[in-house]
């Protein structure tokens, strides 16, 4: 961020009583909401502010612009994924499903949480190109994708037939990302439910030799 940012950025409000902090979550919920049915150059600050409920100067007392916003609803999208994400793990883990169920139900999770980016996901995708902040987000979204999903195939460490784990977890979660990607934001062709059968079997025969 530059120095004419950050002054920007120091004129913006922070919240700190409940009528505000109220205000901004309207702000950054009614900007989620018009960014997933428009996308986000088709969304601008006025229309952000009428559906919050608020002046298009309030909106400015809280945000820089419409990017700040945007970068917010990220965070949120990111955060709200992770969570997803950690649950469905919990849940398993708890319950010591058969594999094929356990992988099933991880990938269903992962299209769930994909669900939040569809109408956007090509002009993130440029985004992520043009803006560094973006790039920085959704690359730490993938590297604590990345992670966990090492943290979750130790789990199962012992029934495992890979030989470097660490990779094996990179060759897991790269895979799962690109067809979960194919299903989610790209749709025709094979369907949904014979790609994801086809995932299924490639991670239990490659990870488990069955």
Do not use: W
């Amino acid at each position: 961020m530059n120095e004419t940012e950050e002054q920007t950025a120091d004129k913006t409000r922070k919240p700190r009583q409940d009528r505000s902090i109220k205000t901004r979550d309207a702000i950054v919920q009614a900007a989620a909401r018009l960014f997933s049915e428009k996308g986000y150059h088709r969304t601008n600050t006025k229309q952000i502010a009428a559906a919050a409920g608020v002046s298009t100067g309030s909106f400015y007392s809280y945000f820089t612009d419409k990017r700040d916003v945007f970068l917010d609803v990220l965070q949120i999208h990111s955060e709200a994924m992770q969570a997803h994400v950690d649950a469905t793990v919990a849940q398993l883990s708890a319950k010591q499903s058969d594999k094929r169920m356990v992988i099933s139900h991880m990938i269903e999770s992962l299209i769930q949480s994909h669900t939040p980016y569809i109408s956007y996901h090509r002009e993130l995708s440029a985004m992520r190109l043009a803006d560094e902040t973006i790039r920085e987000m959704l690359d730490s979204q993938y590297d604590a994708g990345r992670r966990k999903t090492l943290e979750f195939m130790k789990l199962s460490e012992h029934d495992l037939c890979v030989s470097d784990l660490e990779a094996a977890a990179v060759v897991v979660f790269e895979s799962v990302s690109s067809v979960v990607d194919r299903i989610v934001f790209s749709g025709g062709g094979v369907p949904a439910d014979r790609l994801k059968a086809e995932l299924v079997d490639m991670l239990v025969h490659y990870l488990f030799g069955e």
